[in-house]
């Protein structure tokens, strides 16, 4: 079962641009660290996934060892591991996450 829940992540990961495992929804986030990171994210104006680990416990446990870290949210991006809520919030501060956001060639939002 666990080999099936790394590959599930994988698929899902490898799925998106920007993707973010976290505790609720973007529209309804369920802890202080998923809504600054979802925060982050619409202030960079970027299109992103989402997954609710709430929502199936093997997904909760497995994404911690499929990063290897222990904390939930978790940001991807282009399936590379960014970090958790206080790595998105210093790097959007110094002006990296934007700047990864543009290497890695994701685009804004269209308004």
Same mark, same amino acid.
């Given at each position: ?15 998106? &641009?920007? %993707?973010?495992?976290?505790? =609720? $929804?973007?529209?309804?986030? @369920? ?6 990171? #979802?925060?982050?994210? &619409?202030? %960079?104006?970027?299109?992103? =996934? $989402?997954?609710?680990?709430? @929502? ?6 497995? #994404? ?48």
């Amino acid at each position: 079962m666990n080999d099936d829940v790394q590959a599930r992540i994988a698929d899902t990961v490898n799925a998106h &641009e920007v %993707l973010l495992f976290m505790k =609720g $929804s973007p529209l309804f986030p @369920q802890c202080g660290f998923s809504s600054r990171a #979802i925060a982050i994210l &619409e202030h %960079l104006g970027v299109e992103y =996934g $989402s997954v609710d680990v709430l @929502q199936d416990q093997g997904i909760r446990q497995g #994404i911690k060892q499929f990063s290897d870290w222990p904390t939930i949210p978790q940001l991807y991006v282009k399936g590379e591991f960014v970090g958790g809520s206080d790595i998105m919030m210093e790097m959007y501060e110094s002006g990296e996450l934007a700047e990864l956001m543009q290497k890695s060639g994701v685009a804004a939002k269209v308004a």
